[in-house]
T-cell receptor
Framework: DTGVSQDPRHKITKRGQNVTFRCDPISEHNRLYWYRQTLGQGPEFLTYFQNEAQLEKSRLLSDRFSAERPKGSFSTLEIQRTEQGDSAMYLC??????????????FGEGSRLTVL | SQQGEEDPQALSIQEGENATMNCSYKTSINNLQWYRQNSGRGLVHLILIRSNEREKHSGRLRVTLDTSKKSSSLLITASRAADTASYFCARNEAEDSSYKLIFGSGTRLLVRP
């Protein structure tokens, strides 16, 4: 078990370009979360998957953002037509639902996006 | 804003001293958790306290929860330079079937050697 991994760790892009981030959760975890964190702030919830179903989306997730979790394994977060305000750290976390779960989230190291 | 309130925003102490961070929230919760984040890294879970618990210990960490005041505190005893990091409280709100966490704005702790 190598924990939650995210790729890429850093991405610099020009305004208007599309970017995609990937998250590989801990293999037996059925819940997956995406958060966004700006400098000096705590993480803000973006969206949540249980297995392959996207069950909740924050109003922070504009229509330029889309997330998928095909087959309930890895997840991708795509941002279309990036804006400078999208610059942030995008964090992925996973957890195990049910009585076997402890309630804690396991975070990856994050993908830092800089939009020029 | 999703975020709760944490106090203080920043704390600077000498190695060996104790550090206390406070967290307040407004909703009913299932549990409250504390996480640590080193600069530019992901978050690491420290401790979870359930709504029916009042105090919990883990090594040099002590967490209290007062649901009547909707507040929690994290105490780090005998601090070390390696404790320098940002600390976040995060609540799991009652009746939230996603079990997502709502994070506070964090306390940035500096432990001077």
């Amino acid at each position: 078990d190598t924990g939650v991994s995210q790729d890429p760790r850093h991405k610099i892009t020009k305004r208007g370009q599309n970017v995609t981030f990937r998250c590989d959760p801990i293999s037996e975890h059925n819940r997956l979360y995406w958060y966004r964190q700006t400098l000096g702030q705590g993480p803000e919830f973006l969206t949540y998957f249980q297995n392959e179903a996207q069950l909740e989306k924050s109003r922070l997730l504009s229509d330029r953002f889309s997330a998928e979790r095909p087959k309930g394994s890895f997840s991708t977060l795509e941002i279309q037509r990036t804006e400078q305000g999208d610059s942030a750290m995008y964090l992925c976390a996973s957890s195990l639902a049910g009585f076997a779960g402890t309630g804690e989230l396991f975070f990856g190291e994050g993908s830092r996006l800089t939009v020029l | 804003s999703q975020q709760g309130e944490e106090d203080p925003q920043a704390l600077s102490i000498q190695e060996g001293e104790n550090a206390t961070m406070n967290c307040s929230y407004k909703t009913s919760i299932n549990n409250l958790q504390w996480y640590r984040q080193n600069s530019g890294r992901g978050l690491v879970h420290l401790i979870l306290i359930r709504s029916n618990e009042r105090e919990k210990h883990s090594g040099r960490l002590r967490v209290t929860l007062d649901t009547s005041k909707k507040s929690s505190s994290l105490l780090i005893t005998a601090s070390r330079a390696a404790d320098t990091a940002s600390y976040f409280c995060a609540r799991n709100e009652a009746e939230d079937s996603s079990y997502k966490l709502i994070f506070g704005s964090g306390t940035r702790l500096l432990v001077r050697p």
